[in-house]
């Protein structure tokens, strides 16, 4: 099933978590999706380690920084969701940067992806008129689903046209800040939360940035359609006995 | 047909292929906010006399424009040195930063960052947060903080702080990251002022335009000593390209004058120690713009390296990047040794000590080659006093 009817079908609590490719091991990747479909997650982020990272704190820049000295590619990373695609339909999207895609070449880069069974795209410096422009046709051929960002400072046009473009769902940043952020929920972000709950937008929504624990994703579910935790997951993932890591953290969250 | 417009920055944000805004939403507010309204604040008759006066009586402009006689004689041409060391903290940068802190005050921002490689911008960005009175924080390279370490200490001094910035190659590149990453977080209250001719648009051209007070003033003191306005070589040297952009700026569309770029060759351009960006570069994004960048086939920007800590960047501002595609400009580039010498030769021939970065400019006036009555600027972007310590290591 695509992104977008998994989030349709069930309604409400979508849990999405965030894990980078090739972290912390080369070979971690399909264990990691694996066992979190075994836990139940109903999405997974996948991160495509960038050098530069622009919008992620220094959790998930530690992390893409092993995952690349470990020796990942995106080849390598198309290799092992496609092995992950035998164990679990868990539907996967993937984050990373406009110029990974770029450099791949975006054609052979939504190709490769569509038949390693990644179903969507997360690229936060991908501007949204040269998605339409350029790409969108390109995305609905490969059937990539994609799902854009948007946060407390912006516009409503803005917000309408991150509805219309985003296939999978729209993806609501908590907070004007970078990835990895503790801290409770403020106000201010939950009537941040409820003025993007009553714009009737199609896309279902999905809550992420600073979402680490139960409380905090009790509190996007209540606004939204769900959340997506990164950082806080990254964090807990145990070098050691990397299953009972997982299997303990999502527990503590659901 | 009109000339102009063929390098100037097209109304959407590029130069040719090169350039627009590709940053993350987070960002979208400001970077749309400073794309309505940069031009029309800074072409604001208030904030054209503010900014002209504090370059005159603040910053000591203009900078003067000194015919070396020792490289005319050597290269066998006129070789003209634009004295932008003289400026009040030492460099070019100073002019961007005076621009932008009006800017900043006139769009409400209480909070500066900048990011820094020599040093140089950031001590030119808290010169400028001290005399206007606002928060500064400056993100330096680990690596850059030790080997520039006056300049650190200046910014200190002007009350700035300095934040190392520990990631990747822990230079100028990691710290224009730690700078877009404070600015994601403190998008309302901050300016960024980007310190070179990159990032996403409008900071090329707004940088750009800033800076472009060197080549005017080189029209007016060249016609003055010459009778010529336009020389037949301009050359500079290129980290992000600021200076480059200010002294090539009002010679763009004059195509009898040659435009030349010194990029840093490091430890040589196949030594994997290099940041020969036009050589070793292809398309793709760093920093929030599409230009010519160092990176491998999976898009991951590689390290690059260069002595001079303005010139250690893997990328080069877009607009460079379209001089070179479309053959405007040409490119020289000039290892770390060659750099060295020619800034000995320099202090010890002319009694100034340029910096390392303006070293490679002068650097590559040994692979050109001249007529005696060629005219060449040279932008002598930045005084030497902050490579002391690199030098006297590699002296012993
Ligand atoms: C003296 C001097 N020249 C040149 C540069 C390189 O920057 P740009 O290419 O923006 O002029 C620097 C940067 O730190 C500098 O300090």
Redesign the pocket.
Known sequence: MNIRNTIDQKGKEILNVYCTAGYPHLDSTVTVLKSLSEEGVDLIELGMPYSDPLADGETIQKSSQVALQNGLTLNILFEQVKEARQHTQVPIIAMGYYNQMLQYGVEKFLSKAHQSGIQGMIIPDLPMDIYEKKYANLFQEYNMEISFLITPLTSDERIKQADRLSSAFIYVVSQTSITGKKGEIQLHQKEYFERIAQMNLHSPRLIGFGIHDKTTYNTACKYSHGAIIGSAFIRALSEGDMEASISNFITSIR | MTMKNLYNVSKDGYYGDFGGAFIPEMLYANIDHLQKVYLEISQESNFVAEFEALLKDYVGRPSPLYRSVKLSEKYGAEIYLKREDLNHTG???INNTIGQILLARRIGKKRIIAE???G??GVATATVCALMDLECIIYMGEVDIARQAPNVARMRMLGAEVRPATSGSRTLKDATNEAIRDWINNAESTHYII???IGPHPYPDMVTRFQSVISQEIKAQLFEKTGDEFPDYVV?????????AGAFYHFLDHSDTKLILAEAAGEGIDSGRSAATSILGSQGIIHGCKTLLMQTNDGQIIEPHSVS???DYPGIGPMHAHLINSGRAKVYPATDEEAIQAMLYLSREEGIIP?L??AHALAILEKMSFQKSDVVVLCL??RGDKDLNTIMKYLN
Do not use: R
């Open positions: 460099a070019h940068k820094t490689g020599a140089q911008h310190g070179s001719a500079a040297c290129v980290g992000g390209g600021s200076n480059a800590a303005g010139l910096a970065e303006t972007s930045g």
